[in-house]
């Protein structure tokens, strides 16, 4: 349990929603509510950020949730212990930490898989860390059964094969160029690019981040490929909400997964 | 293979490419470009002329007697980047990058600046070759340097403020990268220092070789020997890498980088990444950064803005790995004093960047024979700090 092949395997038509959120922000009790609510809303698989302070592919919008979560001093220790409780508490949902190198790295990456693995998270997305740096990390992860996530844009071409065919977890397709926040229309070859994927590593699973909003985005995004990925749009209305953003949440994911389900 | 994991670009255990897939097609690219120009006598011809008839290069080697007879030890050369067009050695890269560029088909440059002396180059080179530039520039930068935003505006560039963070040069390095990975099909990101990514750590760091290049054959001509110590400034550390590097194989020769102590490296207000810092990832490469327990980037400060940077290029962290470069810290009082010094003694006003490598001069000249040499690289001219410096001694001055 917990993995994230599960998270596609186990949806209702193995196609999966899945929201990201910075822990920490605006709390870590309010984050460790988000996860649960989110799961009963047919989240399938949680991103969850360990906060940086210098978030170099993040748009404004998750720039800003990662400085109000490191003004409350949310630390790597304090979201394994959110996680830990988490799993206590029976919350199974599969969740994946979204984080930089440099905090796996400064944690120790052998302690930080150890850890992961031990409060029953189920890897790790690395976004300034390219398939060349990937061995470093994934080797270690691998040793405690967990994932490294490989990411593929729409600039990577003839490195797709490559980097699909040594995949684990699945493959997170990245939209547009830019970096995080939401757009209103993406103009990527996303079916080109899936293709080549599936045609690399037929089990792997993949799906689409960068710019998703609405449940229309959503539907077109899981259709063509096997899920959907959505943070600046959630971390906007977090933002927004501060405290009270459980339910607006709950809500808009409610709605996404609906949309990602029906497909 | 060619993309054989964890092993392009490194320097020891140091560099990597720890950069968003969005861009690795992008510097895989550069790094080809630059495989094939770097050896094309034709692109190496049309760069030295642009050196000599338009930079000014070679740049002095001065002579600094007076200091020399006043601090009573080793002789005192001073390389003289201060007197480059631009007024810093920044426009040996930006000029190799510029027209690396523009042979890759680019017409857009993109550059971080903190100090301002890198955009006013990037400026400039874009200027005279006929490309767009964005300058990207921390707002707190931004009201330290007003003269050097005014001046990139005038050389025909966009600045964009950066507020994100610190406000300094590091969240510009963050937001360029962020440009870039949004535009990339006809625009470089030229990097300012020997940091990112791999390939921008050896190809900044050739084009500044040409410091001690000069350097080299300019000392023995002078002295008929080789120097006891050759001494530059450290942020990124590009006037550093670019001072030592003809040097690095001669044993006898000591490597000081000066690093920025800020107010003491006991303090928290502190940019000595070597002093200071622990080996991490960040901005594209693997080296030693400023940072917590948790890997979360420390807010730096240094009097001065160019070595306002929590982190050091790789190749110097293979340097201090292995001892063959030393790196010792200088405080904000230090530097300023060294600023006064100079301007008064040799009638020369350093950039308060250089002025770091000059108050360790001061420092190592008297322990030294006066047999013994040492060349200190004056990285930039000191105009654009005159202000800054007059605010640090209480005085405000209205231009």
């Known amino acids: 349990m917990n993995k994230i092949a599960d998270a596609f395997a186990a949806s209702p038509n193995g196609k999966a929603f899945i ?78 930490i979204m984080t930089y190198a440099n905090v796996v790295f400064s944690y120790g990456i052998e302690r930080f898989a150890a850890r992961e693995r031990e409060v029953g998270l189920a890897g790790v997305i690395l976004p300034d860390v390219p398939h060349e740096e990937k061995a470093e990390f994934a080797e270690v992860f691998a040793a405690q059964g967990l994932d490294v996530v490989s990411l593929i844009a729409p600039t990577s071409h003839e490195r797709i094969r ?34 080549l994927i599936r045609d690399a590593n037929p089990g792997i699973p993949c799906a689409v981040g960068f710019g998703i909003s609405t ?15 959505v943070g600046s749009a959630i971390v906007r209305m977090i933002g927004a909400q ?6 607006p949440v709950t809500a808009y994911v409610r709605e996404m997964a609906a949309a990602v389900h029906a497909v | 293979m ?25 510097v895989i690219e550069l790094e080809e470009a630059y495989d094939y120009y770097k050896d094309d006598p034709a692109f190496n011809a049309e760069l030295t002329e642009l050196f000599n008839s338009y930079a000014g290069r070679p740049s002095l080697l001065y002579y600094a007697a007076n200091m020399t007879a006043d601090l009573g030890g080793a ?42 002396q890198h955009g006013v180059a990037t400026a400039t080179a874009a200027a005279l070759m006929g490309m767009e530039c964005v300058v990207y520039m921390g707002v707190e930068d931004m009201e330290r340097q007003a003269l050097n935003v005014y001046r990139m505006r005038l050389l025909g560039s966009e600045v964009r403020g950066v507020s994100a963070g610190t406000g300094t040069l590091k969240d510009a390095v963050s937001e360029t990268f962020r440009e870039w990975t949004n535009r990339i099909d006809d625009t470089h990101y030229c990097l300012g220092s020997v940091m990112g990514p791999h390939p921008f750590p050896t190809i900044v760091r050739d084009f500044q070789a040409v410091i001690s290049r000069e350097a080299r054959q300019q000392i023995l001509k002078a002295e008929g020997k080789l120097p006891d110590a050759v001494l530059a400034c450290v942020g990124g550390g590009s006037n ?35 002093n200071t810092g622990k080996l991490g990832i960040f901005h594209g490469m693997k080296s030693y950064f400023c940072q917590d327990e948790y890997g979360q980037i420390a807010p730096v400060y240094s009097i001065s803005a160019g070595l306002d940077y929590p982190g050091v290029g790789p190749e110097h962290a293979m340097l201090h790995d292995s001892g063959r470069a030393e790196y010792v810290p200088v405080t904000d009082d230090e530097a300023v004093d060294a600023f006064e010094y100079l301007s008064r003694t040799e009638g020369i006003i350093p950039a308060i960047e250089s002025a770091h490598a000059v108050a360790h001069a001061i420092k190592l000249a008297p322990t030294m024979g006066k047999d013994q040499t040492i060349i200190v690289t004056l990285s930039g001219r000191g105009d654009k700090d005159v202000a800054a410096i007059a605010r640090y001694r209480g005085e405000d001055l209205h231009e």
């Open chain 1, 19 to 96: 929201p990201f959120i910075t822990a920490g922000d605006p709390t870590i009790a309010v984050t460790e509510q988000l996860v649960k609510a989110m799961a009963r809303a047919g989240a399938d698989l949680i991103e969850l950020g360990v906060p940086f302070s210098d978030p170099t592919a993040e748009g404004p919008v998750i720039q800003d949730a990662n400085i109000r979560a490191l003004k409350n001093a949310v630390t790597t220790d304090d979201v394994f212990d959110m996680v830990g409780r988490l799993r206590a508490e029976g919350c199974v949902v599969p969740l994946v």
């Open chain 1, 162 to 195: 490559e980097i699909a065919a040594d995949a684990q977890g699945f493959v997170y397709i990245v939209s547009s160029l830019g970096v995080t926040g939401v757009r209103s229309e993406i103009t990527s070859d996303i079916p080109g690019m899936v293709a």
């Open chain 1, 242 to 247: 501060g405290e009270a953003c459980v339910e």
């Open chain 2, 240 to 274: 550093a890498i670019g001072s030592f590097y003809h040097f690095i194989g001669d044993e006898g020769v000591r490597l000081i980088g000066c690093e920025a102590a800020g107010r003491g490296i006991d303090t928290w207000e502190t940019a000595a990444t070597m």
């Open chain 1, 215 to 229: 449940p229309k985005q959503a539907a077109k995004m899981a259709a063509a490929s096997d899920g959907a990925i």
């Open chain 2, 75 to 116: 002789k005192v050369y001073l390389k003289r980047e201060d007197l480059n067009h631009t007024g810093a050695h920044k426009i040996n890269n930006v000029l190799g990058q510029a027209l690396l560029a523009k042979k890759m088909g680019k017409t857009r440059l993109i550059a971080e600046t903190g100090a301002g």
């Open chain 2, 2 to 26: 060619a993309n054989s994991p964890s092993s392009r670009g490194r320097f020891g255990i140091h560099g990597g490419q720890y950069i968003p897939e969005t861009l690795m097609n992008a």
